[in-house]
């Protein structure tokens, strides 16, 4: 008799047949992660974003913008020069450099609601790195969750989940 090694067919049909299935019950997982994931990096990547703005107003004695616009193609950019808008490339930036962060590093992510004031943006002052006048919040969403950072007249800066807890962030 002669020993052979190796699968048969039906071996292999068998152990591809359970790897789809498992393929298949795990994605939706993997997608639900995916979109959490880039929730909390869009709104951690605004979080500094506005905190860089509060820094460059106290450091360079210069009044900070940070321009936001809401929707499916969001961005929130800072401007030492005023009022500026964030989709528009290279016109929103500080010291010469452009500061954006927007929907094409996070396309499962849209922003809900914003509540600054006019123009959708907010000023932090040369003096203290205040927002007074500006404060105001921004609702981030993945179609399931949301997380809002809020910015006060004082300047801070947090975040908090809407609804229940989410990722590490208290319920607002």
Avoid at 98 to 123: C, L, M, P, Q
């Amino acid at each position: 008799m002669q020993n052979l090694s190796g699968l048969t067919l039906l071996e292999l049909l068998i152990t591809l047949s359970i790897l789809v299935l498992l393929i298949s019950l795990g994605s939706p997982a993997i997608n639900s992660i995916q979109k959490h994931m880039q929730l909390k990096g869009a709104v951690q990547s605004s979080y500094f974003a506005f905190q860089q703005a509060r820094v460059s107003a106290i450091t360079k004695n210069l009044d900070v913008t940070v321009a936001m616009r809401p929707g499916e193609n969001w961005c929130a950019a800072l401007s030492d020069s005023g009022v500026c808008d964030c989709t528009i490339p290279k016109e929103c930036s500080l010291d010469g450099v452009e500061y954006k962060v927007d929907s094409v590093d996070y396309r499962f992510v849209s922003i809900d609601k914003v509540t600054f004031g006019e123009d959708n943006i907010a000023v932090f002052d040369a003096n203290r790195g205040m927002a007074i006048g500006h404060a105001g919040t921004v609702v981030f969403t993945d179609g399931d969750r949301q997380l809002k950072l809020i910015l006060s007249n004082m300047g801070r800066v947090r975040i908090c989940a809407v609804g229940s807890s989410l990722g590490g962030y208290e319920a607002c």
